[in-house]
């Protein structure tokens, strides 16, 4: 797992050991970035179950102005803060060691309304709609702002009424489902 591209790209990124973090493939990843690249320059990115932290710090490096990672297991966090102290991205980011479900509230309390936001939960546990809830309830996604996905193939997201899915792509196992505010023709 590396930065694919931008200002820290070919750093290799680590990873906690276990089966507890499944991080994006580059693969995915790099399908992820091409899809939305025209919103990152100077976006204010949320990257949900983070994990690793792969996603934020790809954001980061391809133009992203902040990121806020957020993570409730303390180990994923260490890695985290590693991955971002090792790309040089520290001063862009904060790390938000909550429940991604209790996260939302706290960020949206401080007023924060994000850009882009990455979920990339624990596949087959219900938490993307429970998340797409919480999102729009709390306002916490921009208005011209996406939401992308990562989710196992086999899962059925219901369409909430707040956001519209444009786009998914499959790859292999795992989907990547990209949602908005907006019809399909006005989210790209």
Known sequence: ??????????????????????????????????????????????????????????????????????DKSPKSIMVIRENLEKTRLIDQAEIVNMAAETAVAALAAKGLRADIIFMDPPYLKGFEELMLEKIALQGLLADEGIIVVEHSRTTIIKEDIKFTRYRRNDYGSTSVSFYCYREEEKCK
């Open 1 to 70: 797992m590396r930065v694919i591209a931008g200002r820290a790209r070919g750093h290799k990124l680590i990873s906690p050991e276990g089966l507890e973090v499944r991080p994006t493939s580059d693969r995915v990843k790099e399908s992820i970035f091409n899809i939305i690249q025209r919103k990152l320059p100077d976006s204010k990115v949320m990257d949900f179950f983070s994990g690793t932290g792969n996603l934020g710090i790809e954001a980061l490096s391809r133009g992203a102005a902040k990121a806020y990672f957020i």
